[in-house]
């Protein structure tokens, strides 16, 4: 089992940055690969961005790469979402995620565990 805890959500004015913490709690949290999702109200969640185990590899949808980062501490035990150039079209309320195994990283039916959410707000 793993639980995890999103944090550093909040309101920012476009053009702004956050940066979101997913604490997880359990066991081996360097077995799981890690992603971030957001949904929208009446939107289906969507893909933001994954980390690799290792932190080697990363992933990143079309409408937030080169302004979002995503990163992990495994001695920490937490991945992080540094969002940059933010705008209105990105607020949502951000998932962080893990899996174990498989090469596709962008579906939420193959996570395993999923946090609470935290809401991210642009004003324009």
């Known amino acids: 089992q793993v639980q995890l805890v999103e944090s550093g959500g909040g309101l920012v004015q476009a053009g702004g940055s956050l940066r979101l913490s997913c604490a997880a709690s359990g066991r081996s949290f360097n077995n799981y690969a890690m992603g971030w999702f957001r949904q929208a109200p009446g939107k289906e969640r969507e893909f933001v961005a994954a980390?690799?185990?290792?932190?080697?590899?990363?992933y990143y949808s079309g409408s937030v790469n080169r302004r979002f980062t995503i990163s992990r501490d495994n001695a920490k035990n937490t991945v992080y979402l540094q969002m940059n150039s933010l705008n209105p079209e990105d607020t949502a309320v951000y998932y962080c995620?893990?899996?174990?195994?498989?090469?596709?990283?962008?579906?939420?039916?193959?996570?395993?565990?999923w946090g609470q959410g935290t809401q991210v707000t642009v004003s324009s």
């Open positions: 980390v690799s185990s290792s932190g080697g590899i990363t």
């Open positions: 995620a893990a899996k174990v195994g498989g090469a596709d990283y962008r579906g939420t039916s193959i996570y395993d565990y």
